[in-house]
């Protein structure tokens, strides 16, 4: 792709826009440009094009002089007074586009936010900074302001002894100074005042002072001079950054940023989940000065605010999502991955991208160093690591010589035969919990299932409630007295009596974390709980409040599902309490056991981290299993050995790769013949072009209907991707969505329901 950044010029030689729109197709379409927007136009852009009989924005993304007809429309009017997009960005679009098989147009509206592309109205917020560093002057005429204006000079002395900006209302808050007051400042050439959108306070340091950098541990200072080393090198590369829990990688992080800001390049760091982070968000703000914060929740004008602010260059640190990787920061010389293993990197829609493959391209795009740091590292970046591909860093203990909680497994099907009945707390748990709590310590108790009963079921005729869109049980919500799905939230009363057979017999079966909860607080009345779930935690903020709630003492014991199994550090908990370790190991995935050893790996890390000690207690019904065993050894590599030779044999990555097609429609008899059709059609490609392509289905999905979609999958498996690449584009004709069935290909999928 030719001209990238680079206008049209007006000479002899006529010129068509490259165009992309966001729909699923992989096709250019070129536009002629008329006379008075040559020399405007540049790639990057948007604009309005004719498409059909509408009128619709496109991205410019090059331009060419042999259009593919010679039929070619106007581009009708430029959009954008400037690009949205850079050279890098334009090439990690249209690899994005390649690698997850989507539309070019697609990959770049995940890169520009909606906000952004809509132009929500703007508000603004003042800033006050000094005109220039405090010098001997300026402390002189400082006394001689005193004495005729002392409000003007304590908000001159204010911003002396901080050297970032502050929020006009801060400081007329503190100082008493009026705003024509902090005008009078300006006028006498003393401070710069700077109006900006709203909520660009998020780029800057409060009035606090910065913290300082913690004396590193041995292990630390040794990770960090490897760290360094690297950082000198041409082309950095990946440092896979392998802590267990609580031996300090923030810590190093934030470091390895410092040193990058002493070079004058620039930082994204990537979390699992923003809301969950609090803590990180605010070791950073009270660590550096230029911290911008990127995320899906933000208000639609300080989301907007904070992109401005990262394109024009007032941001050194970019903190977010996954969806922060495509942040316009300019100058990016590291990209820190938070908890690499994370599962919520993977994008579910499209285009189905994972952030940590995006950062790793964009690193060597602009040959910036990729720091990925788990205490569970994901098996495909061990083995890169094991391979050599990446420099593997090990921090095996943690801060302040503290051991790793001792791990209790919980029999629960000999629990169920010693009290002849089901409890959801067993006997151990119940006892380490009183100890604790005795103690005036916390307790942190982790169930990955939501609701009060996962299901509704009829004693007399085997009878379950399902929903009647989703081939799936309906969740019993006891507070609202609901029952819901968690697949297309479907609402609807709990029934009375059973609708096939009318007998009262109506059985809730099952327990998720409100059931929990109540159980909790009958056993232990004299304690405050709070749950964290996706029910619990609908409103903004509620997150932070709740963890800053806890943090504070206000409660004794924090219930939730696995938005608390990462990135938290209390150290007064001492007890960690994994209600069923099954749930994930139960499911129809490949990834299954990797997941339940890294989540209760995480959930473990959470006690202990302070001088108290701490325990843990895994219930489970299959309690002999290899990833629960590891897991309570607190051994990663002995796992790791064991799960990558099952999937050397299985072919199943790291060891080669997949690729999902899911064909849904509200028609099942549709869906078949389409899944039909595109399996007969894969098979006889890889028969003929590459027997190393194993195609498996088509089938019903494991979750047949979602939202009256009835939805059939298939698996393409190959030991390279090129294979799977070229059989999608060799029968890209057949994997055409139509009116009445919708297809999805999800390369190198992370769910499989």
Request: net charge positive.
């Amino acid at each position: 792709m030719e001209h990238l950044i680079t206008p049209v010029s007006r000479s002899s030689q006529k010129l068509y826009a490259e165009v992309v729109i966001n729909i699923p197709l992989q096709k250019v379409f070129h536009y002629s440009i008329p006379p008075h927007l040559c020399g405007t136009l540049v790639t990057g852009m948007r604009v309005r094009i004719p498409f059909g009989n509408k009128i619709i924005a496109g991205f410019c993304v090059g331009f060419t002089d042999t259009p593919f007809t010679d039929k070619t429309k106007d581009v009708l009017s430029i959009i954008d007074s400037s690009p949205l997009i850079d050279d890098v960005m334009l090439k990690i679009t249209r690899w994005l586009s390649f690698h997850y098989y989507c539309g070019w147009g697609e990959a770049i509206s995940a890169v520009v936010p909606p906000v952004v592309r809509s132009k929500k109205k703007e508000r603004w917020n003042t800033f006050v900074r000094l005109k220039e560093r405090p010098t001997s002057p300026v402390q002189d005429v400082l006394i001689q302001i005193k004495a005729r204006a002392p409000k003007q000079a304590k908000a001159l002395e204010i911003l002396l002894d901080h050297s970032a900006e502050i929020n006009a209302k801060e400081l007329i808050r503190i100082s008493g100074c009026t705003m024509p007051g902090l005008r009078q400042l300006e006028k006498k050439g003393f401070v710069l005042i700077e109006s900006r959108l709203q909520d660009t306070a998020n780029t800057s340091r409060t009035i606090d002072q910065l913290q300082q950098h913690l004396t590193l541990t041995g292990d630390q200072q040794k990770a960090f001079d490897s760290i360094c080393k690297k950082l000198l090198e041409p082309k950095p590369g990946v440092i896979l950054l392998h802590g267990i829990t609580g031996s300090g990688k923030t810590e190093l992080y934030l470091q390895a940023i410092t040193k990058m800001l002493e070079q004058a390049r620039k930082a994204i760091y990537l979390v699992p989940e923003i809301s969950l982070t609090p803590q990180t968000i605010q070791r950073l703000k009270a660590r550096f000065c230029k911290v911008a914060v990127l995320h899906s929740s933000l208000l639609g004008t300080v989301h907007q605010s904070q992109w401005n602010d990262i394109r024009e260059g007032k941001v050194d640190i970019v903190i977010g999502a996954r969806s922060s990787i495509f942040a316009p920061l300019k100058n990016v010389g590291l990209i820190i991955i938070d908890e690499e293993h994370e599962n919520t990197y993977k994008q579910e829609n499209n285009p189905r991208y994972n952030a940590r493959d995006i950062a790793i391209l964009r690193a060597t795009y602009e040959n910036a160093m990729v720091i990925m740091g788990t205490a569970t590292p994901s098996l495909e970046s061990y083995q890169q690591a094991m391979n050599g591909n990446y420099e593997k860093i090990v921090l095996p203990r943690r801060i302040g010589e503290r051991k790793l909680p001792p791990v209790d497994i919980v029999d629960m099907g000999e629990e169920v035969r010693k009290r002849r009945g089901f409890n959801i707390i067993s006997q151990r748990l119940e006892y380490y919990m009183k100890q604790s709590l005795a103690r005036n310590e916390q307790v942190i108790l982790f169930l990955n299932r939501r609701g009060f009963a996962p299901y509704i079921h009829c004693k007399r005729c085997g009878f379950v409630l399902k929903c009647r869109r989703c081939d799936i049980p309906m969740t019993f919500h006891k507070k609202f007295n609901t029952v819901l799905c968690h697949y297309c939230h479907a609402e609807t009363h709990p029934p009375e009596s059973c609708p096939d057979c009318l007998a009262s017999n109506i059985n809730y079966r099952g327990f998720g974390t409100e059931k929990i909860e109540d159980e909790i607080r009958n056993k232990f009345p004299n304690y405050q709980i709070i749950r964290m779930d996706s029910d619990s935690m609908r409103v903004r903020d509620a997150h932070e409040k709740a963890l800053n709630a806890f943090e504070r003492g206000e409660f004794q014991i924090l219930l939730g599902t696995q938005m608390i199994a990462k990135g938290l550090d209390f150290p007064n908990v001492t007890l960690v309490g994994v209600i069923s370790a099954d749930t994930i190991l139960n499911l129809p995935d490949f990834r299954a056991s990797e997941r339940t050893f890294q989540l209760i790996s995480q959930v473990a890390g959470r006690t202990g981290r302070g001088t108290k000690g701490g325990r843990v207690v895994v219930q489970s019904y299959n309690p002999r299993h290899y990833s629960i065993t590891y897991a309570a050894a607190h051994d990663y590599e002995g796992f790791a050995r064991k799960e990558l030779e099952y999937r050397k044999q299985l072919g199943y990555p790291p060891f080669g790769n997949l690729t999902r097609i899911i064909i849904r429609g509200p028609q099942e008899a549709n869906v078949k013949e389409k899944s039909a059709i595109i399996g007969d059609r894969l098979k006889e490609f890889a028969k003929i072009n590459d027997n190393h392509l194993e195609i498996l289905g088509p089938s019903p999905a494991p979750v047949t209907r979602i939202n009256n979609l009835f939805r059939w999958h298939m698996l393409l498996k190959a030991q390279n991707l090129a294979s799977i690449h070229k059989a999608l584009q060799g029968n890209a004709d057949v994997l055409k969505p139509s009116k009445s069935v919708q297809i999805m290909v999800d390369v190198d999928p992370y769910m499989m329901l």
